[in-house]
């Protein structure tokens, strides 16, 4: 008789983007998994032990492996997991995927983060240079139901924060989705938006919205001064 | 390998800039398969041209890749692309076969781990004369990067074991600004990651990085021309 599927893992925490991205991959796919919340200001052995050289969450431990960092992540579970693809065959496809996941991870969360909690000329100018991302990453939507075409896929659970944490996030400033995201300006990834947040897989992963709002609304002070120092 | 005639549908074109670290990812991975291409260099401290531009609006940066006129962008996506569109190419893959998914996930995360490298050596010499806590930050920084990538590397000939392979290209080009970091941050490589130092000496042996890097004197005179173009003193 066949040994069974060694145990999957995820250490996360609640409000987390990129442990979300992690889960849901998982839920795509129909792994089975064992979510287990960190505490980051008292980090478990285990978080340490697997991911020394961040010590960040998610680590996504599959029987003895440790696998660290929510991109890379997604592509471990793309290819050790059978189920519905998450990166595109096409080999230039999975490169502008690839492209887009890293733009979003490295040029979007700073603005948007300074659009809200940071004050006149430099919201000003953080709100500019939102609406140019948003305007880079509309386009990559014109025709297409998600990201990666008619199904949820690698660049979809790279953008979730724009389909769910920014709205929470500029809820907690004060300041209105509309103002960073309106309908009229970005038509398609509203339209995105909604229909991630709705997903039979993701809906069941994501952090509650009044739960994170609350989370947010905790921290004012501390948005605000992290926006100085940005 | 640059310079040999293609087929329009298998055309390679690389937009770089000569001193880029990131387009050298670009070039040794290029060499390393045996895939021919055309290098052209681009004037990035002075006006940027049409074709970059275009290439990569986004960033307006080097590496491009131009396959058949399509542009791949980002450096990491490029070593993906040329693994993924050419699998029979005459040299073997950067990243490990398909079959070991976990050593895929490594590599990626220590090809990725390794940019930390140039950020943090670059804070050393941006920071300005009265930067003095930054500076210690950044030389902390790089010192624990360094450390933490000698120790990934272990008793290894490579990162990728004995292959010469993705974390290994992807850290490589970083090697000839070492020297001006040390300086900078006051450390060395040699105490901080021995077994990195070496690894390094190896690999410039091969072909491909010999013919791609350039030495660490004119590594350190492009920073001291930045230095200037910045106003740094």
Not at chain 1, 84 to 102: K, M, N, S
Not at chain 1, 161 to 170: D, E, N, R, S
Not at chain 2, 80 to 94: N, R, S, T, V
Not at chain 2, 175 to 189: A, K, N, T
């Amino acid at each position: 008789m066949a040994s069974p599927p060694p145990p999957v893992k995820l250490l996360g925490t609640f409000a987390s983007l990129p442990v979300h991205r992690a889960e849901a991959a998982l839920r795509i796919k129909g792994v089975p998994y064992e979510l287990i919340l960190e505490d980051l200001k008292n980090k478990s052995e285990l978080l340490l032990t697997h991911n020394p050289v961040h010590k960040k969450v998610p680590v996504l431990l599959h029987g003895d492996r440790a696998v660290c960092e929510s991109l890379v992540i997604l592509e471990y579970i793309d290819e050790a997991f059978d189920g519905p693809p998450l990166l595109p065959a096409d080999p230039y496809d999975r490169a502008t995927a690839r492209f887009w996941a890293h733009f979003i991870d490295t040029k979007c969360s700073r603005p948007i983060w300074l659009s809200v909690w940071a004050e006149g000329d430099r919201q000003r100018e953080a709100l500019r240079e939102v609406k140019q991302n948003l305007a880079l990453l509309e386009a990559q939507l014109e025709g297409k139901r998600f990201f990666g075409g008619d199904s949820i896929g690698y660049l979809d659970l790279a953008a979730c924060g724009l389909a769910h944490w920014i709205g929470v996030i500029a809820e907690s400033g004060g300041v209105s989705l509309d103002t960073l995201m309106s309908d009229a300006e970005f038509p398609n990834l509203r339209r995105w938006a909604a229909e991630y947040v709705s997903d039979e897989a993701v809906r069941l992963c994501l952090p509650d919205r009044d739960r994170l709002l609350a989370y947010h609304m905790a921290n004012v002070d501390k948005n605000k001064e992290r926006a100085k120092s940005m | 390998m640059a310079g040999e005639q293609q087929q329009p549908e298998t055309e390679l074109v690389l937009l770089d800039f000569w001193v880029s670290p990131f387009g050298q990812r670009c070039r040794i991975a290029l060499a390393e398969k045996g895939l021919p291409y055309e290098y052209s260099e681009q004037d990035l401290l002075g006006a940027k041209s049409d074709l970059l531009l275009r290439s990569n609006p986004v960033h307006k940066k080097v590496p491009v890749l131009l396959h058949a006129g399509r542009p791949v962008c980002e450096s990491l996506a490029i070593l993906a692309y040329l693994d993924e569109a050419f699998p029979d190419a005459a040299g073997p893959a950067l990243l490990p076969s398909a079959a070991d998914p976990y050593a895929r996930a490594r590599a990626r995360f220590w090809a990725a781990y390794s940019d930390r490298v140039y950020e943090a050596g670059t804070r050393l010499w941006k920071l300005k004369g009265g930067e003095a806590r930054a500076k210690l930050q950044a030389r902390a920084e790089i010192v624990e990067v360094l450390g933490n990538l000698d120790a990934e590397l272990g008793e290894k000939e490579f990162f990728g074991g004995e292959v010469f392979g993705l974390v290994d290209v992807a850290l490589v080009p970083f090697v000839p600004w070492l020297p001006s970091y040390e300086r900078y941050g006051e450390f060395s490589v040699e105490e901080t990651a021995p077994r990195l130092a070496a690894w390094a000496r190896r690999c410039a042996e091969r072909e491909s990085v010999a013919r791609s890097l350039h030495p660490p004197e004119k590594v350190d005179e492009f920073i001291t021309l930045l230095k200037k173009v910045y106003g740094i003193e």
